[in-house]
């Protein structure tokens, strides 16, 4: 045989070898509807989807459509359910009557202050201690790969608010029940609009301002609209599903697969919170920069929260047995109260920059390698 057909076949082989694996590759759609460079595609969806595609050698790829051009915010659930995109991302609060339990642990959104720590104890609760949790996942059509947090929500309004009497009257977004419930105890009126529709809210005067954290001055372009940010510090979001998969796909997925995903889930949860967390830095050290002042609220607005969260326990537990049908709550609360304090002692004195993959790898081993990638989600 001469050089010249050993070449033509060994090209032959390899233009074979490339056709056989295009067919055998899979691009799968994942839907965000937050803008591109939000964290939760820059640390949740890309960090996640890049890994599996690696760590399957290019037999699942992922086609990323963000900005809400597939599905929004208050769709994403029947969107996964229906098979119009393999994965999402779910704002379980948005949906209290679909998923309670979840909304009960985002309901105690006040505990913990290291995002990282809330994320691994939102998730590890989620997914392997809140067997209802899972029921709720399953009746919509979905599985859920895990929670992600953001950092401390601040109060973001168009005139200053330092004082009790300050904040009366003001329309703010509320993100969930805990801050509508603290708006109202303060003399504001909570407003339950999506975050994607914040600015727009805002710049029509539909509001005076949001809860959110310090990092959607820019990732949204708040300063804009907004010059003033009290520094609060009420609580994280955290009933965050920012890696939902589809039931139909889910199902579709050989075991391997299943646990390329699994494998991968705490590097995107995790990396959705490093990425909140990057964000309201750069957004606080940029902040003065685009006219926004940071205040520090007086004592009669810290009076008024204390007094607002010294009952607030009492007040989750009368609305989840009379609003979300949980009989007894008090077990699932005090069991994600222990996680959080869990994580935070797990993750103390570590760097989210230096010690990042320890804290994935920590996760990973703690709560995604007891999940049998067989009988997850089934």
């Known amino acids: 045989m001469t050089y010249q057909s050993k070449t033509l076949i060994a090209l032959a082989s ?31 969806a890309e960090t996640f989807t890049k890994g599996v595609t690696a760590d399957s050698n290019g037999e699942m790829t992922f086609k990323l459509i963000t900005g809400g051009a597939l599905l929004g915010a208050k769709d994403t659930v029947n969107g996964l359910a229906d098979g119009l995109a393999a994965m999402g991302q779910v704002a379980f609060s948005y949906y ?31 997914l392997l201690a809140c067997a209802p949790c899972q029921a709720e996942y399953k009746a919509a059509g979905i599985v859920s790969l895990g929670n992600a947090s953001t950092g401390a929500y601040e109060l973001v309004t168009v005139k200053p608010v330092v004082s009790a009497d300050d904040i009366k009257g003001m329309k703010i977004r509320a993100p969930g029940l805990l801050w509508e419930r603290w708006l109202e105890s303060v003399g504001a009126v909570p407003v339950s609009v999506p975050s994607s529709e914040m600015y727009e809210s805002i710049s029509r005067g539909q509001l005076d301002g949001t809860m959110t954290p310090l990092g959607s001055l820019k990732s949204m372009s708040l300063w804009d609209e907004t010059k003033y940010v009290t520094q609060i510090g009420l609580g994280s979001f955290r009933s965050w599903g920012v890696l939902g998969v589809s039931e139909l796909h889910w199902v579709e997925l050989s075991d391997d697969m299943r646990r390329i995903y699994l494998n991968n889930a705490a590097a995107g949860i995790l990396g959705t919170s490093k990425a909140y967390m990057a964000k309201d830095t750069v957004a606080r050290d940029e902040s003065a920069d685009k006219g926004v002042e940071i205040l520090q609220p007086g004592d009669t607005l810290l009076a008024a929260t204390d007094t607002f969260l010294q009952a607030d326990r009492a007040t989750i537990i009368a609305n989840a047995k009379s609003a979300m049908g949980i009989a007894e709550p008090e077990p699932f609360m005090d069991t994600y109260a222990a996680l959080i304090i869990k994580w935070e002692e797990k993750f103390a004195g570590l760097s989210v920059d230096d010690d990042f993959d320890k804290m994935v790898n920590m996760l990973t081993e703690e709560v995604y390698n007891k999940l049998d990638a067989a009988t997850y989600g089934q």
């Open 96 to 126: 209290p009557a679909e998923f309670p339990h979840s909304t009960l642990a985002g309901e105690m959104a006040i505990l913990g202050s290291n995002p990282l720590a809330i994320a691994a104890a939102t998730t590890e609760f989620s």
């Open 14 to 44: 390899a233009a074979f070898l490339a056709t056989s694996l295009a067919a055998t590759a899979k691009e799968v759609t994942f839907a965000a509807w937050l803008p591109p460079k939000h964290p939760t595609v820059v640390g949740g």
